[in-house]
């Protein structure tokens, strides 16, 4: 079935829109992709005077929830799991006027990003998108594609 809402739309329902962004969460391990994130996610909220909470899940071995999220030891190395990037966030946020609040989170990445967005009430989640493809794409899976597809609050993803 085709969707046809934009033909559908009358001249009542295109309206003057206000993007009401007050706090944005920015999820970090301290990767290349994470510290892209982390300019957006602070140009963004000093653009629109929001505040950051910025956060780092340690998932340890055993906390882990979704298969993806199992990791092997050399599969870790490659991911970078890294608090560093909670605290380049933070500084940041100094540098550009924008206020940033951390935190590390445990267990399951995917389910700690969309539990905290939700019970603090976020507006936005941005995050790096590791830019995996292929083979280790389908291998590793990918926290960004399980956050996009679980969280009912808009997730903007820096490749």
Same mark, same amino acid.
């Given at each position: 079935?085709?969707?046809?809402?934009?033909?559908?739309?009358?001249?009542?329902?295109?309206?003057?829109?206000?993007?009401?962004?007050?706090?944005?969460?920015?999820?970090?391990?301290?990767?290349?992709?994470?510290?892209? #994130?982390? *300019?957006?996610?602070?140009?963004?909220?000093?653009? $629109? &005077?929001?505040? =950051?909470?910025?956060?780092? %899940?340690?998932?340890?071995?055993?906390?882990?929830?979704?298969?993806?999220?199992?990791?092997?030891?050399?599969?870790?190395?490659?991911?970078?799991?890294?608090?560093?990037?909670?605290?380049? #966030?933070? *500084?940041?946020?100094?540098?550009?006027?924008?206020? $940033? &609040?951390?935190? =590390?989170?445990?267990?399951? %990445?995917?389910?700690?990003?969309?539990?905290?967005?939700?019970?603090?009430?976020?507006?936005?989640?941005?995050?790096?998108?590791?830019?995996?493809?292929?083979?280790?794409?389908?291998?590793?899976?990918?926290?960004?594609?399980?956050?996009?597809?679980?969280?009912?609050?808009?997730?903007?993803?820096?490749?």
């Amino acid at each position: 079935m085709v969707d046809h809402t934009a033909m559908e739309l009358s001249e009542d329902d295109i309206t003057v829109l206000d993007l009401e962004l007050d706090k944005i969460l920015l999820a970090t391990d301290g990767s290349k992709h994470s510290i892209k #994130a982390t *300019k957006t996610a602070i140009g963004l909220a000093k653009l $629109v &005077e929001a505040k =950051v909470h910025a956060v780092f %899940v340690d998932t340890g071995a055993d906390e882990a929830q979704l298969p993806e999220e199992n990791l092997t030891e050399q599969v870790e190395l490659g991911v970078h799991p890294n608090q560093a990037g909670i605290t380049v #966030a933070k *500084k940041f946020g100094e540098k550009n006027g924008v206020q $940033v &609040e951390t935190e =590390v989170l445990t267990g399951g %990445v995917t389910k700690q990003i969309i539990k905290y967005a939700q019970e603090n009430d976020m507006d936005l989640i941005v995050m790096g998108e590791s830019g995996r493809t292929g083979l280790a794409r389908i291998t590793l899976g990918s926290v960004a594609e399980g956050v996009i597809k679980s969280s009912e609050i808009p997730v903007w993803v820096d490749r």
